[in-house]
T-cell receptor, first 111, second 112 residues
Framework: DGGITQSPKYLFRKEGQNVTLSCEQN?????MYWYRQDPGQGLRLIYY???????QKGDIAEGYSVSREKKESFPLTVTSAQKNPTAFYLC??????????FGPGTRLTVL | SQQGEEDPQALSIQEGENATMNCSYK?????LQWYRQNSGRGLVHLIL?????REKHSGRLRVTLDTSKKSSSLLITASRAADTASYFC????????????FGKGITLSVRP
């Protein structure tokens, strides 16, 4: 059963803490993406990766970090440097030039 | 920066009517894609149209692309209450870059 999964579904963070959001895909896709969604803002690209061990900053990379050690996995760390991290985070994957498949999302709330 | 800009921001129609949504973009593209999102969920891909295509159909969906005007439209015919969702356009750039950029989305409400 192929697909893309994100965990956890809900995440609560205290101010000053780093948290890591998980994203895994078994679709054999080369490209993976992380987006942030705020109400009325649409999707904004945080980071994307086209191949293993390589990734590029998107439009709002400050305060976030990623790694791509395996083709299947693209975890996102929200660091304490991100001043307003409360948002809905979406991970996606695709083959080059084709449609993206999205995970169900992680809702992060800072307490 | 967001490449795609959808129009209108919100649309409310009666069940059975057609819904037309528009998307404009700024730079050259390899393809343009439309997605749907139900509240609090991930996005679902609807249709992809390549830069050398002008029109594409999938069930009740019709997409057009005008590269000279850098615009696309999504038409949903005979709408249903279940079509209520947010709709996004996304652009795939030319070249080897896989970067996929989304607009802010259109909220469609279909009244039963």
């Amino acid at each position: 059963d192929g697909g893309i999964t994100q965990s956890p579904k809900y995440l609560f963070r205290k101010e000053g803490q780093n948290v890591t959001l998980s994203c895994e895909q078994n679709l054999n896709h080369d490209a993976m993406y992380w987006y942030r969604q705020d109400p009325g803002q649409g999707l904004r690209l945080i980071y994307y990766s086209q191949i293993v061990n390589d990734f590029q900053k998107g439009d709002i990379a400050e305060g976030y970090s990623v790694s791509r050690e395996k083709k299947e996995s693209f975890p996102l760390t929200v660091t304490s440097a991100q001043k307003n991290p409360t948002a809905f985070y979406l991970c996606a994957s695709s083959l080059p030039g084709l449609e993206a498949y999205f995970g169900p999302g992680t809702r992060l709330t800072v307490l | 920066s967001q490449q795609g800009e959808e129009d209108p921001q919100a649309l409310s129609i009666q069940e059975g009517e057609n819904a037309t949504m528009n998307c404009s973009y700024k730079t050259s593209i390899n393809n343009l894609q439309w997605y749907r999102q139900n509240s609090g969920r991930g996005l679902v891909h609807l249709i992809l149209i390549r830069s050398n295509e002008r029109e594409k159909h999938s069930g009740r969906l019709r997409v057009t692309l005008d590269t000279s005007k850098k615009s696309s439209s999504l038409l949903i015919t005979a709408s249903r209450a279940a079509d209520t969702a947010s709709y996004f356009c996304a652009t795939g750039p030319t070249g080897a870059n896989s970067k996929l950029t989304f607009g802010k989305g259109i909220t469609l409400s279909v009244r039963p």
